[in-house]
């Protein structure tokens, strides 16, 4: 029973709820850089290399023989998928960076020393009149 305590502890906490909307969030992300890269980055490219269609390149190992499909090693979607995950990567790298520089401007904030209680002024008064007294 101490397993499904611990779950449900877990649960409530909100990391899951959290790792959910990530992993949602993250998920349309990637779909949107996809759509970005296939149809805004890699034309140009492809016409600056003389009009290829990346997505079309490919290399035949086996040709297609009636009804059996011919087998093909689409390397042009690799490349397209390396690009992909390369402005991903760096999204986030600069999202991180981004969350970090925050949280350091957040830390190195001086925080303003709060008021002494009358206990520690009663007892300041006590050391210096004790200082002065040697």
Excluded: H
């Excluded at 029973?1 to 790792?19: P, T």
């Excluded at 990346?54 to 040709?63: D, G, H, I, P, Q």
Aim: no cysteine; aromatic share 8%; net charge negative.
């Amino acid at each position: 029973m101490g397993v499904m305590k611990e779950f449900k502890e877990f649960a409530i906490k909100g990391n899951v709820v959290d790792m959910a909307v990530g992993i949602i969030v993250g998920a349309a992300f990637g779909k949107i850089v996809s759509s970005f890269v296939a149809d805004v980055i890699m034309p140009p490219i492809g016409v600056l290399l003389g009009g290829v269609d990346f997505s079309s390149l490919a290399y035949t190992v086996k040709e297609a023989v009636g009804d059996v499909p011919a087998v093909v090693i689409s390397y042009g979607q690799f490349v397209q998928t390396i690009v992909d995950f390369t402005i991903v990567a760096f999204a986030i790298f600069i999202a991180v960076k981004v969350i970090n520089s925050l949280k350091k401007a957040e830390e190195e904030a001086p925080e303003e020393a709060p008021e002494p209680s009358p206990e520690e002024l009663l007892l300041i008064e006590i050391r210096d009149l004790l200082k002065a007294q040697k």
